[in-house]
């Protein structure tokens, strides 16, 4: 929709460009271009009557980017949001002409003396044992000797240069693998006439959080963190670090602001309240699970994400291993710049020895309007981001090359737009559906031998549907007052219908407790290598085609012992081999826990079958059509029974999920839904990816 469009306009520009000091807002459409242009300051310029190529050339230096909002379609293919530096390329954008392309950066500032890294402070997490975790930093002259004091024991290093950092001279001293270490530890750094201590720092495992803006959405905009239950329960040894936006100048330059500290912070609710909600109940609901068992582990998150960002702006041109260029028919794409934020992102700090990545990304590259490439190239681009970060931290550090990466696999929304959330196939878009097949790189589950080292957390079934548009309900008045975040609601206070026009799901769902659940669940089953954790879902394994039905398998030993619950007898579409369409189908499986992995569906009489697919929409729970949310009233609850509610009390203070209409296959007892699959059908039998 328009309204969200925008929003992604604004969010990307701010995000990809320095911020302009005049401000465009008097900025004059340029007479001579089709296309759309984002600023830095998120304001949109229209500008019309020539082709994509026009605009395209008009933003060649890389300060603005083209979108088409038209139907015309007349401007597609790009992807990266650019922003004009100032008043001099105002004037010439205006005036027709290209601006001149940036000079080179200088290089920042050689600190003086003796520095630590900008991530490095009191409150640190280090990596605990088997890896080996480091102190690293700066210093101003070559040869020097830099001594670290742990426990008494002594450990150097020699500041040397490093050209992955514009030739600063740097430093890196490793110490021994040190196991897990709740009580704060005091370490020293000496050496060229400086001495700097450390205090409070703890031993456990550092997770890394990236992505785009749902993964910076904050626990402030969230349902869940103003509920006593949650906002009160922070007293845990769970320390944050979220790091400041740092754009990369080009494809080649690497640069990190190293004289502005990151502070680690201990959790409590001010220091929560604006950080990362996916990664914290992530790494509290880590910390809990293992804690139930006995095993007090301190947890880091590094929140390291960019809103609006594609994939393609963390994956370098090129395998730092080999130097073969990946996935090339993206570089070919108007509008790529291929690493901006690999460069100065995730090489800065791949000195730090880590547990694990957290990956929510894709929204933006299911929603930019252009080629189908930008869809199929992700399930390329996403094994090229786990190789290349793979290969960032094993060089840089002592992190496990094998260390696990959790894959975010994405949430609907829709808005306004009928073909986000209409169930027609023939109507319908599937851009989201495609990002989430492409996440598992093809194969419709993770780990699988492209990802080996993966897992992914499944959010289809945690929608938004009121949009932000909850509101309150004046008692005395008996009138609504509509918030844009649940952070103006509070306890006791009703919730009105969402205003007309508005129920559409929204993008950045505010609903993160489970989800971050999900991804711990995974984590314990992965990194810990816990093989009591089930953590899929019910993963298709197979089918066969007979008259009149189909029968699916599921893996039976991803399950870990779990049973298949079949919800509802909706999910599944079959396409009509004689015309090529897809209509919907029955399960004919009756509801509730199943004897065996498998599923049962009718088929439509008389029509030859060579496709099946299972929830394949951008939104599956649009308003209307698989779900509807209600707020208990005080005689009322929610149904706790229901999958989507199970364990979830806290959500009773905000809404509940309506059981009539839902996703219809999850595990039993975890409550985990079965991804989503398109599969062809041959000789009676489903084609599954080699290997499954």
Known sequence: TTWIMLHLLATLAAAAGPTDPVGPASWPAHPNNSCHAATPSGHILNLENVTHDQCAEACAAKQCACFDLSAQGSCTGTSEFWGFRGSADRTAYTNGTTPAPPPPPPPPPAPKGLSLHPTLGNNTVLQRAPSRAALFGWGDTAGAVVTVVFRGASYTGTVEPNSSDLGSLMWRVELPPTPTSVSPETITVTGLGTTLTLVGVLFGDVWMCSGQSNMGVPLSETFDWYHPQVANDTDYPINLLAMPHTNGVDNSTIHVGNDQPVPWLTSSYESLTPFSAVCYYFGKALYKRRAAEGDVVPIGLVQNEWGGSMIEAWVPEADPATGETYCTDRLSRVGRTPGKLY??????????????????????????????????????????????????????????????????????????????????????????????????????????????????????????????????????????????????????????????????????????????????????????????????????????????????????????????????????????????????????????????????????????????????????????????????????????????????????????????????????????????????????????????
Request: aromatic share 10%; with cysteine; net charge negative.
């Open 343 to 692: 460069n100065s992102m995730v090489v800065p700090v791949s000195n730090m020895t880590i547990s694990g990545l957290i990956w929510y990304q894709g929204e933006q590259n299911g929603a930019n309007p252009g080629s189908y490439l930008n869809k199929s190239g992700y399930a390329c681009l996403l094994p090229a981001l786990d190789s290349s970060w793979r290969h960032a931290f094993q060089t840089g550090s002592a992190t496990d090359p094998a260390f696990p990466i959790g894959v975010v696999s994405l949430h609907g929304w829709c808005g306004e737009e009928e073909a986000q959330c209409t169930l027609d196939p023939d109507r319908r878009t599937d851009n989201t559906a495609r990002i989430r097949w492409a996440q598992t790189a093809d194969w419709g589950f993770l780990p699988n031998p492209r990802l080996p080292h993966t897992f992914i957390a499944m959010a289809y079934d945690q929608p938004d549907p009121r949009n932000g548009t909850h509101c309150l309900w004046n008692a005395t008045d008996r009138t609504c007052a509509y918030v844009a975040y649940p952070g103006a609601c509070l306890a006791g206070k009703e919730i009105c219908p969402p205003p007309a026009g508005l129920e559409g799901g929204n993008i950045h769902p505010r609903n993160k407790l489970l989800l971050g659940d999900r991804i711990a669940r995974a984590a314990k089953a992965m990194a810990d290598g816990d093989s009591k954790v089930a953590f899929t879902g019910p993963v298709v394994t197979g089918c066969t085609v007979g008259p009149g039905k189909a029968t699916f398998s599921f893996n039976e030993t991803l399950l870990r012992g779990e049973t298949l619950r079949v919800q509802v007898s909706r999910g599944f579409e079959v396409r009509n081999a004689a015309t090529g369409n897809w209509s919907w189908v029955s399960i004919s499986t009756p509801p509730g826990v199943q004897p065996t992995p498998s599923v049962e569906i009718e088929l439509p009489a008389g029509v030859t079958v060579d496709g099946v697919r299972y929830n394949w929409l951008d939104n599956i729970a649009c308003p209307g059509a698989y779900c509807d949310y209600t707020r208990p009233t005080a005689n009322q609850s929610c149904d706790m029974a229901h999958p989507h509610n199970r364990g979830l009390t806290v959500q009773n203070f905000w809404w509940c999920f309506n059981p009539t209409e839902t996703i219809a296959l999850y595990s039993e007892p975890s409550a985990l839904p079965a991804p989503p699959f398109t599969l062809n059908v041959s000789g009676g039998h489903c084609i599954m990816p080699s290997g499954v």
